[in-house]
């Protein structure tokens, strides 16, 4: 027997509630989570503590209903995205906490050990709720810079090479230099040379599209 809770009225704390069934019951089990029908709630995060709460402490996610989900990302380059629990308890190595947009690409910088090289790559996550590593394993590799915002750049700075003089620093229009690819995808080499550091310059401005309705596109064909 199904029962959806969206079927019964809202009523008072003190209400004793409605009977679901006369029967005698052996197990409950939550069968599937519906959306949300309340109006959306702010959620913080409190960096002191490590937790989410609703109560103005901390920095301001967003505002959360439905499916709506939080993006979390590590230093050790694994990430996954969430329901906005309360409860829910953080890692130490957490560098990434926000608002999920699904169509938003995450940009990432790192050293990849084995060849010794920089590379970058840009990507969409691809499993909800499941936690993936988006560099590889290998020895000596690590996440040197992870971006979310739309359009990022940063910048390259040489080591200087013997008895040559210092290579001017290179700026890097991230959405440009790479095209989104798979979360498994090994991303593109950032450069030949040694790169002394990598810094994160101004994200260039993002407008967001101007989404039409399907009933607008079909007045517009009509019309043509």
């Known amino acids: 027997m199904g029962c959806n809770f969206s079927d019964y009225i809202i009523k008072g704390r003190s209400s004793r509630g409605n009977i679901v069934t006369k029967h005698s019951v052996n197990k409950i089990e939550l069968k599937e989570k519906g959306v949300s029908t309340l109006k959306p709630r702010k959620i ?22 439905g499916e709506d989900k939080l993006l979390i990302i590590r230093q050790n380059g694994m990430l996954k995205t969430i329901s906005p629990e309360i409860t829910t308890r953080f890692t130490d190595d957490m560098i990434v906490l926000e ?15 084995k060849k010794e090289k920089y590379f970058l790559k840009r990507f969409l996550i691809e499993n909800e709720n499941k936690e993936e590593t988006f560099i590889s394993l290998n020895k000596n590799t690590f996440l040197e810079i992870v971006c979310t915002d ?16 210092q290579r001017s620093n290179t700026s890097i229009d991230i959405e440009e230099f790479i095209s989104i690819k798979g979360i498994k995808a090994q991303g593109n080499q950032l450069t030949g040379y040694k790169v002394k550091q990598i810094n994160i310059l101004e994200s260039k401005e993002y407008v967001p599209p101007i989404e039409v309705s399907a009933n607008e596109i079909e007045v517009m064909m009509k019309t043509k």
């Open 150 to 165: 739309w359009k990022p750049v940063i910048e390259l700075v040489y080591n200087k090479e013997r008895n040559k003089e």
């Open 99 to 113: 608002k999920w947009l699904p169509k938003k690409p995450i940009s990432a910088v790192y050293f990849d050990g």
């Open 44 to 65: 913080w995060f409190d960096d002191s503590i490590q937790r989410l709460n609703v109560d103005g402490r901390g920095e301001l996610l967003g505002e959360f209903s």
